[in-house]
Structure formats: structure tokens, C-alpha cells
């Protein structure tokens, strides 16, 4: 058998490339044709056509009908692992944040256009939020969900809301996409989103993106509305975002 052709860093150059491929396809949140992949990744498309079909034997892609390429369900059980290791990872920092502002602090990462909770410290009180770690909800009646599609481009989060819906929680949620993109434009300013009883009524809610981070993530500290008030946000927001900079740190770091 042939050696594979080492990169210029030591690296296996076609385990590399079938990697780009992957997040060639995950980029374009649907599916790719050879052609396209070949436009986006500059490769040769004979070296495209090989990757693909062995990517394709292993699980990692699937072919559709109409003849594109798309990321295979081979991928979900590594995906499901890693973020629940990054949410072991995380909680020691979760349980500072608990220590510091009293309630209930969370981690979510997107992923094939839900969010999923990762982590959770709870708080002290015997009144506390708690969200089963592994649960996926729609990103736009969240905190961490609008926290994180803050961070997307304004094309891209449209586009998920039109395969995800905007279906109503509670009366406060948001069900309008332009209402919902005006929305994010004020919580990338701030720097953080306020879940106010969009999820559940009675409940509030400060997020914080992640930023440079592998998958889309959000970290949140969430309570009763009438013990988080707003002026709690205020004083909570900044130790917030102080833990989602640490997070966002570490895991660059590790990268």
C-alpha cells in the first residue's frame, strides 16, 4: 500500500483535505455538488470525487437524490460526544458563575439548527430553573438562542428560521423574522440577550456568545423573573460575559 503524502506540517495531506470537505459542507447548512465543493475548496475535482465516495462508504456523507452531497448522520454521534465533553469541561467555570450571581448557569451550542443544552450548574435556591442537559430547543425562544444567532450573519439566520419555523412558546416570543433580526442587531450591541418569558413564563434569562469557537455556543445564567429582575441584569450581564471571554479563551487555546 502507497504511503499518504505528508503535508508540508507533518500531516496526513488527504485526511486534511477530506476534513475541508466536511466543513465545506457544513458551511453551506444543506448541500454541495462536486462542482460546488470543487469552486469552494479549490481542489482538484478527480481528488474531490475519491474523498467524497469514500466519505460516503464510511457514513460521514450522504448522497441525496437530486445527486448532492451533504453531511452524513455517521457525524451526529461524534458531535453529540464532543459537545457533551465541552459541557463536562465547562462546568467548573458554570459553578463560579453560580457562586457569583446566585442562579442557575447554563451551556448551549447550536447544532443542525437547534440548541442544545451541554451543561448546567444549578443554583443553591430551592426556586431554581432547570434544563435537562441533552435538551434541543429552537433557537429563537431562547436566551443562548438569540445570544448565539446574534453572532450569524443576518442571510444565515433567516434562512434557519425558514427550516425551523417560529412557532410560540409563551406570548412573548418572538414569531416574525425581521422583528426577531432587529432584535439580534440590539443584542450583538450590547454584547448579551435577555430571555424575558419567551421560553417560559415567569423566567428570565442573560446569555453570552462564545466567540471564535468551533460550533456556535452561548453561555446563560437563568432564574424566576421575580428574583432575576432587571436591575439584576444589569450587575449580572458583565460576570456573564466575563465567563463566556474565559470559555472563549481556553477553548482557542485548545484549538
Not at 137 to 164: C, F, M, N, Y
Request: aromatic letters at 4%; one cysteine or more; glycine letters at 8%.
Amino acid at each position: 500500500m502507497a504511503e499518504e503524502k505528508a503535508g508540508r506540517d507533518g500531516g496526513v495531506q488527504s485526511l486534511r483535505r477530506a476534513f475541508e470537505l466536511l466543513e465545506r459542507l457544513a458551511d453551506t447548512g444543506g448541500e454541495a455538488s462536486l462542482s460546488e465543493l470543487a469552486a469552494t475548496s479549490g481542489l482538484p475535482m478527480p481528488t474531490i470525487h475519491r474523498l467524497i465516495r469514500t466519505l460516503v462508504q464510511l457514513g460521514y456523507v450522504r448522497q441525496n437524490t437530486n445527486r448532492k452531497y451533504a453531511l452524513g448522520a455517521r457525524l451526529i454521534r461524534l458531535g453529540e460526544n464532543a459537545s457533551m465533553q465541552f459541557g463536562t469541561w465547562a462546568r467548573p467555570l458554570l459553578a463560579e458563575l453560580v457562586e457569583a450571581t446566585g442562579e442557575t448557569a447554563n451551556l448551549a451550542v447550536l447544532e443542525r439548527d437547534e440548541v442544545v443544552y451541554v451543561s448546567q450548574v444549578p443554583s443553591k435556591h430551592s426556586m431554581r430553573m432547570f434544563t435537562e442537559v441533552g435538551r434541543r430547543v429552537l433557537p429563537h425562544g431562547t436566551g443562548v438562542g438569540k445570544a448565539i444567532l446574534s453572532q450569524l450573519p443576518p442571510e444565515d439566520v433567516r434562512a434557519l428560521l425558514g427550516r425551523t419555523g417560529m412557532p410560540a412558546y409563551t406570548e412573548h416570543t418572538f414569531t416574525d423574522p425581521d422583528e426577531l433580526l432587529a432584535h439580534l442587531t440590539q443584542v450583538a450591541a450590547q454584547g448579551y440577550a435577555v430571555d424575558e418569558s419567551e421560553q417560559e413564563l415567569g423566567v428570565r434569562c442573560v446569555a453570552v456568545p462564545l466567540t471564535g469557537t468551533p460550533a456556535p455556543a452561548a453561555v446563560s445564567v437563568s432564574g424566576p423573573s421575580g428574583r432575576l429582575t432587571r436591575e439584576a441584569v444589569s450587575r449580572i450581564a458583565p460576570l456573564v460575559q466575563a465567563t463566556a471571554a474565559t470559555l472563549s479563551t481556553h477553548l482557542a487555546e485548545s484549538a
